[in-house]
């Protein structure tokens, strides 16, 4: 017994000078990352990582907790937490050589980004939901013989109001050249053909013209962001203004009939389009349908000889619609 204990002093005389160096000296830390870029420990800079060193070696840390950040111009900055024990010697921290580019510095001044705005905020308030612009307006009529092949052609204004990104609700107004195009609408004769003095009046309308008015509704599908696809119905009224022109022929020869009133006609349809924003403001789009156009006018006739009369006509017709117009969004 009292041989052991001159030994156990004597080891623990030599231990202490070696733990003493040890709490003295710390232990080091190896970081592995790309050359270039800086490290810093607790926001203290240590030193710039280097081929040399793989990395960088970081001598003398206590036992403890650290923040230890990576920083590379350009990039966002990797942080990591490093624990150190005190049996710990070498630590060893490996960065990737994966970074993520830094958002671009805000100027002085302005908000902090906040993500997405709402669809309200990023179309600048309630005034960019209004929408104004001219119209191009063309036709085609088939299946009825009153209208000859011809629709209405024109133009006019037109006003939209777009309370959602999927629909919108607009009025339009037009002028509409070319309504309707009917040929021997009315035929009358006196006496029959063989009487000598046998006369008879055949009465052709052109170029008739009306006032549009319609209400629309379309739903949208934006399709990009500055394309929108849409489905549109249409319910409109065609106020008569007038016939251009009519004529009648009593032998072969054509003479303007004066009192002819275009009473004016309802028009229902539905189509699909496409528009285009283009900038800020400025829209234009192109849609294509159907429309039902039901056209109503009357006809005074008198040739003067004995052929007089009030002739009534309202028909039908299938309408191939085309449609171009330009807007502006205030």
């Known amino acids: 017994m009292k041989t052991c204990l001159p030994a156990l002093a004597a080891a623990a005389f ?3 000078p070696v733990a003493a160096f040890c709490q003295q000296t710390g232990c080091d830390l190896q970081v592995t990352c790309a050359p270039g870029v800086r490290i810093f420990v607790n926001r203290t800079f240590r030193g ?3 081929e040399q060193y793989n990395g960088l070696f970081i001598k003398g840390l206590a036992p403890g907790q650290y923040t230890v950040e990576a920083v590379r111009d350009g990039y966002q900055k990797h942080v990591y937490t490093v624990i150190i024990g005190p049996e710990d010697s070498i630590k060893q921290l490996d960065i990737p050589d994966q ?3 830094a958002p671009p510095p805000r100027e002085q001044g302005a908000p902090p980004a906040q993500g997405p705005a709402p669809a309200a905020q990023q179309t600048g308030g309630i005034l960019k939901k209004f929408q104004f612009g001219i119209m191009l307006d063309g036709s085609v009529a088939t ?7 011809n629709g209405p052609l024109g133009g006019g204004v037109f006003f939209r109001f777009k309370p959602s990104m ?5 009025v339009q107004f037009g002028l509409l050249a070319t309504c309707f195009r009917a040929d021997a609408v009315v035929e009358e004769s006196y006496l029959p053909e063989s009487d000598p003095n046998h006369q008879e009046m055949t009465i052709d309308i052109r170029d008739g013209m009306g006032f549009l008015m319609s209400l629309s509704v379309r739903g949208m599908l934006p399709a990009a962001g500055s394309v929108d696809l849409f489905a549109c119905f249409n319910i409109g009224y065609i106020v008569g203004l007038g016939v251009g022109a009519s004529h009648d022929s009593y032998n072969d020869f054509f003479a303007d009939v004066d009192d002819t009133r275009y009473n004016g006609g309802l028009r229902l349809g539905s189509s699909l389009g496409i528009e285009f924003k283009l900038g800020r403001t400025f829209t234009i789009g192109f849609e294509f349908g159907i429309a039902l156009q039901w056209q109503s ?6 040739n003067g000889k004995n052929i ?3 002739y009534a006509v ?11 117009f330009f807007g502006f969004r205030i």
């Open 48 to 50: 710039v990582a280097s």
């Open 308 to 310: 007089a009369g009030t």
């Open 14 to 16: 030599l231990a202490f």
């Open 99 to 101: 970074w993520v580019p």
């Open 166 to 170: 999927y629909f919108d609700i607009g």
């Open 314 to 324: 309202s028909e039908d017709a299938l309408l191939l619609n085309a449609r171009l």
């Open 143 to 149: 299946g009825d013989e009153l209208f000859d092949g």
């Open 297 to 302: 006018f009357e006809i005074e006739y008198d």
